[in-house]
């Protein structure tokens, strides 16, 4: 079975513009997990949804930050503009329930923002 | 809020020593606690967990108890490989979220 997703698995931006980060989540689960991790901040939980619902956001930053679940099988993690100090690795996790506690985690995007 | 505190790194270790990683939390209840690991340019994985005080999460190898008394959920090995090299990070589970600690990198050498 084909895991979460995750692209693009690098990304390459200059300050100001829009980046957008997607992700699949695995078929059948119905929570998905945006994290950031940095070598600063460790790993941070910016949001997660439930069936398709924004559930706790307190992890965002900042209003340049956005994310949205249309559906079950996609997620995006928009930042607009995009500043330096964005630069870190993004992850997506699924989740069959909020009850299950093993997250299955993607293979991340790299964004370099310069 | 709830809190992981795990020792620093990076740990160096040859191959076929014994590890320890160290691993203390915060919470106001008795969560439920997990080991993930990370290897180079890859997603976190699971890789053990602890449900209640007492009990034993195994695999691979790596095994960490869930202690109470001292609130602490250690990662041990009796004998690394050179292929365990990775980033180790203790969590627990606060409601809905995972609360991560800082992570701990693994260096075995052959």
């Known amino acids: 079975d084909a895991g979460v997703i995750q692209s693009p698995r690098h990304e390459v931006t200059e300050m100001g513009q829009e980046v957008t980060l997607r992700c699949k989540p695995i078929?059948?689960?119905?929570?998905l997990f945006w994290y950031r991790q940095t070598m600063m901040r460790g790993l941070e939980l910016l949001i997660y949804?439930?069936?398709?619902?924004?559930?706790?956001d307190s992890g965002m930053p900042e209003d340049r930050f956005s994310a949205k679940m249309p559906n079950a099988s996609f997620s995006t993690l928009k930042i607009q503009p995009s500043e330096p100090r964005d630069s870190a690795v993004y992850f997506c996790?699924?989740?069959?329930?909020?009850?299950?506690?093993?997250?299955?985690f993607g293979p991340g995007t790299r964004l370099l923002v310069l | 809020g709830d809190s992981v505190t795990q020792m620093e790194g990076p740990v160096t270790l040859s191959e076929e020593a014994f590890l320890t990683i160290n691993c203390t939390y915060t919470?106001?209840?008795?969560?439920?606690l997990f080991w993930y690991v990370q290897y180079p340019g890859e997603g976190l994985q699971l890789l053990l967990k602890?449900?209640?005080?007492?009990d034993k999460g195994s695999n691979k190898g790596f095994e960490a108890t869930y202690r109470k008394e001292t609130t602490s959920f250690h990662l041990e090995k009796g004998s690394v490989q050179v292929s365990d090299s990775a980033v180790y990070f203790c969590?627990?589970?606060?409601?809905?979220?995972?609360?991560f600690g800082a992570g701990t990198i693994l260096r075995v050498k052959s």
């Open positions: 996790a699924s989740t069959k329930g909020l009850t299950q506690e093993t997250q299955y």
């Open positions: 078929s059948g689960h119905n929570s």
């Open positions: 949804f439930n069936n398709n619902v924004p559930i706790d």
């Open positions: 919470a106001t209840g008795y969560p439920s």
């Open positions: 602890a449900t209640k005080a007492d």
């Open positions: 969590a627990l589970r606060e409601g809905n979220k995972l609360v």
